[in-house]
C-alpha cells in the first residue's frame, strides 16, 4: 500500500453503542500498531479535566444526545493531526452524522490519505439493552468488562490496573434509548454511504470478541497476521 509505514491503515469502526466496537478496536490497534481514536473516549476525558470542551459536552453527553458536529470535529482534527495517527489510525465512535463524514473526507483529502476500510459490526437491539445495562468499565485504564459476561476476577476492581469498576453515566435504560435513538436516526445512513464507495464490511457482532474479531480479520487481510 503506497510509500506506508507501520500498520498504515486507516480504519472506521461504525455500529450502535454496546455492540462492542471498543473492544475490538483494543485488539485491532494492539494488532497492527494503529492509534486508537476513539470520540468517546476523547469527550470524557475532556469532561473529567473540566475543559472548556469538556464543560461545554458534559450535558448532551449524559442525556445521550450527539454532541454538535463543530464540537466533534474540531476535537478529531486536533487528534488526527498528533504525530502517532501518521501512520494509521482506527476510528472509533466518528463519524457518527453525514456531515462529520463529510468532515473526515475534506480531512483526509488535506492530508492526500483515503480510507481502507468501514467496518460495521451489527448486533440486534435486545441483546445491545443486555450489554450496556450490564456493562462496567474502569475510569482509571478505560478496561471493560459486564456483570454476567466478562467478570472482574475481585469484585468492582479492574484485573489489569486495580482502578475501581462503575457504569458509566449514560448506560442506563432511559439514555441507553436515546442513544440508540441517535444511532437509527443520524448515524444508520452512514452505512449506505460507504456501501457505494465500496469501503463496507460488515460483521455479526454477536458472541466471543475472539469470534468477532475473527470476523473482521477474516475481510481485511493482514489484520490477523501480525499478532
Ligand atoms: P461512545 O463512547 O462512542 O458511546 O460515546 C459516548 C457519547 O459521546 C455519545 O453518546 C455522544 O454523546 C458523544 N459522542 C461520541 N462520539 C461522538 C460523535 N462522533 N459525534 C457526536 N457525539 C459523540
Known sequence: MGGRRGGGFRLVLLGA????????AAEITKRVGLA??????????AI?????????????????????DDVVGDVM????????????FLLDGFPRTIAQADLLDRLLAERGQT?????????????????????RWCARCGAVYHVRYGRPRVEGVCDRCGGE????????EGVIRERLRAYREQTAPLIARYQKTGLLLTVDG??????????????IPGLGSRA
Do not use: C, M, Y
Open 17 to 24: 453503542p454496546g455492540v462492542g466496537k471498543g473492544t475490538q
Open 36 to 45: 486508537h481514536v476513539s470520540t468517546g473516549d476523547l469527550l470524557r476525558a
Open 48 to 68: 473529567r479535566e473540566g475543559s472548556p470542551v469538556g464543560r461545554k459536552v458534559a450535558a448532551i453527553v449524559d442525556r445521550g444526545e450527539l454532541v454538535p
Open 77 to 88: 482534527a486536533e487528534r488526527l493531526s498528533r504525530a502517532d495517527a501518521a501512520d494509521g
Open 115 to 135: 480510507l481502507d476500510r468501514v467496518i460495521s459490526i451489527e448486533v440486534p437491539e435486545p441483546e445491545i439493552f443486555d450489554r450496556l445495562t450490564g456493562r
Open 165 to 172: 469498576l462503575r457504569q458509566r453515566s449514560d448506560d442506563t
Open 206 to 219: 454477536r458472541g466471543r470478541p475472539d469470534e468477532v474479531f475473527g470476523r473482521i480479520a477474516a475481510g
